[in-house]
């Protein structure tokens, strides 16, 4: 397979699957196709994601590791693990992916950003959704969910996490809020704040692991 016709099924299957999915690499794939993945690598255009870097590499969870780890993963005579190739971010632009302001988080994953990337909310949001007879709030110990009674229920679970400052932020996963409708996408996104500022300890599932 030729380097475009590669990087064209790459972008194509990442943008139709129906959870933005990696191209699987088979395990039997021969010295040519890694070669013109690892070009790929090389030049930013892809990343590769394996089982060794996450237990599911179908979804791109977290940040890829660095393009070294991801050309040394492909250097092994036998690929005995699963391995997901994804468009960067810098090829999806190139391929004419652009932010979608009536599906703000759906779009973001569109563009090639992390699924357990997080949005923060201000803890004020709750008093608005629990006034809205629209809405009902279940709150935990450590989050909670947001529940739409319309026509076609959805909820959103989120998680509480303090702030440098001692403030409490609601914290939800970018594949949580790309799963919701279109406008109830739009009724998130009022809220949403860059304020947050998490401390060393808080909630350290939702951050990108170290690699």
């Not at 999915?21 to 930013?44: F, K, Q």
Request: glycine share 4%; net charge negative; charged share 30%.
């Amino acid at each position: 397979m030729k380097r475009d016709e590669l990087l064209r099924n790459i972008i194509f299957h990442y943008l139709g699957s129906d959870d933005f999915n990696g191209w699987v690499l088979p395990t039997d794939a021969d010295a040519g196709l890694r070669n013109e993945v690892a070009g790929l690598v090389r030049d930013r255009l892809i990343d590769v994601i394996s089982s060794q870097d996450d237990d599911n590499p179908h979804i791109k969870r977290y940040k890829p590791p660095p393009a070294k780890l991801q050309l040394r993963r492909l250097m092994s005579d036998y690929i005995s693990f699963r391995v997901c190739l994804y468009p960067t971010a810098e090829a999806l632009q190139v391929h004419g992916v652009r932010f979608d302001e009536r599906e703000p988080y759906t779009s973001a994953v569109r563009q090639g950003e992390p699924q357990n990337s997080f949005r923060a909310f201000p803890l004020s949001m709750l008093e608005e959704y629990d006034r809205n007879p629209d809405y009902e709030c279940w709150i935990f110990e450590d989050g909670g969910t947001i529940w739409y009674r319309g026509v076609d229920a959805e909820a959103c679970d989120f998680e509480f996490a303090p702030s440098i400052e001692e403030e409490t932020f609601l914290l939800v996963y970018l594949r949580r809020l790309a799963a919701l409708s279109p406008s109830q996408q739009r009724n998130w996104s009022r809220f949403e704040t860059t304020e947050f500022r998490p401390r060393e300890y808080a909630q350290p599932d939702l951050f990108d692991p170290e690699t």
